[in-house]
């Protein structure tokens, strides 16, 4: 069965500062993955999403995350935080089992953005 | 557009109450989803819709019924709810041809049983 964990329930960096935010996967299959944040107040917006055709991938807002087999990882990175960047963001595997894929998330990461 | 819309935004409701959460999509999602979200924890999954049938019902308490009247539109009625079913309440829609069948959500339903 897929899942997913997130490392560090809260993260807090400096405006400017790289941002970090780990997930690592298990599954027996190559899978899915996706990265949502969720800002205050608001539902769950696709910030990229991994599906074998390029292990770095790109998103929205400058953020990108990395495939890395070997480490069973999907980490989240984006070089330069800024004050915008604070929210809630979830780690996601794709549960191949039904025909649609239902999501399995991690328990998230709270960004925090100093000025 | 990617927009997944949730009717009302923030609900009261008492214990005896009837009401119905509404999602909209018009992206040809044949895939619909209900979540529920409590504070700092990600979204449960509850129901899964697939071509307006329900496909997937994660045990949820007769209390929430879900209903999808046609490939767009999906509700949720309520009757009959505790003060825990208080919780940010989510939609979301996919489509179903190929994987990764990536999920778009609404802004969510705010209920609050008093």
């Known amino acids: 069965a897929q899942s997913v964990t997130q490392l560090g329930s809260h993260v807090s960096v400096s405006e400017g500062a790289l941002v970090l935010l780990r997930c690592n996967y298990s599954s027996s299959v190559p899978p899915y993955l996706f990265w949502y944040v969720q800002y205050p107040n608001q539902g769950l917006q696709l910030l990229l999403k991994?599906?074998?055709?390029?292990?770095l991938v790109k998103g929205i807002n400058g953020f990108e995350a990395e495939f890395k087999k070997s480490e069973t990882s999907f980490h989240l990175t984006k070089p330069s935080a800024h004050m915008s960047d604070a929210a809630e963001y979830f780690c996601a595997v794709s549960d191949m089992a039904g025909s649609q894929g239902n999501l399995i998330f991690g328990k998230g990461t709270k960004l925090s953005v100093k000025p | 557009d990617t927009e997944v819309t949730q009717t009302p935004k923030h609900l009261v409701m008492g214990m005896t109450n009837k009401k119905s959460l509404k999602c909209e999509q018009h992206m040809g999602h044949r895939a619909m989803y209900w979540y529920k979200q409590k504070a700092k924890k990600p979204p449960e999954l509850m129901f899964v819709?697939?071509?307006?049938?329900?496909?997937i019902n994660e045990s949820v308490p007769s209390r929430f019924s879900p209903e999808c009247p046609n490939s767009s539109l999906l509700n949720l009625h309520l009757h009959a709810l505790q003060p825990e079913d208080s919780a940010l309440y989510l939609c979301a829609s996919s489509q179903v041809r190929q994987a990764p069948y990536e999920q778009y959500f609404g802004p969510g339903t705010r209920l609050t049983v008093t």
């Open positions: 991994y599906t074998s055709a390029a292990t």
């Open positions: 819709y697939s071509y307006e049938k329900l496909s």
